[in-house]
């Protein structure tokens, strides 16, 4: 019986090159499909009119500073059964009272399910608005007025369980 030469597999420098090839083009396709799940799922606006914001950037300082002359206060917590409390208080530390007080509660990473509220004194200086069934966690914007027509924004991160 004679024995056939067996031939070994041989890496020539095709091979490389269609290994090498092959790899980057892998990666390549990965990289585009994970780019375009990415842009599909959150785009990264922020705002969907931002030259306006730009714009309104001087007015929003000059309105901050006039709050700031003000000396109001506000402090918000999260109450039972979904309700919103916010005090307001002056530069000397009494309640504020007749105020117009709207608010909005909205998830932070998301705009669904924003509620607009609007709250009603409960006591002098205390501003109320229950919502009911209401967890996790929630921004609150404020915007109040007097009768004067002085105003008050203010933003803060409320938190059911």
């Not at 585009?32 to 785009?43: G, L, N, Q, S």
Request: a positive charge.
């Amino acid at each position: 019986m004679t024995d056939i030469p067996h031939k070994s597999f041989e890496l020539k420098g095709l091979h490389v090159l269609g290994l090498f090839v092959g790899f980057f083009l892998v990666v390549i396709v990965v990289n585009v499909a994970f780019t375009v799940m990415a842009i599909r799922t959150y785009p990264g606006e922020v705002s969907r009119t931002p030259y306006e914001d730009g714009v309104a950037y001087n007015a929003k300082l000059a309105q901050l500073e006039a709050q700031s002359r003000l000396g109001w206060r506000a402090a918000a917590q999260a109450g039972p059964d979904g309700a919103v409390v916010v005090t307001f208080r002056d530069r000397a530390g009494r309640p504020l009272t007749g105020l117009r007080v709207a608010a909005k509660l909205q998830r932070p990473a998301t705009e669904s399910g924003r509620k607009d509220l609007p709250l009603a004194e409960i006591a002098p200086g205390t501003y109320s608005a229950r919502l009911g069934d209401l967890s996790g966690a929630w921004d609150l914007g404020l915007l109040a007025h007097d009768s004067a027509g002085a105003r008050f924004e203010a933003e803060r991160r409320l938190t059911w369980p």
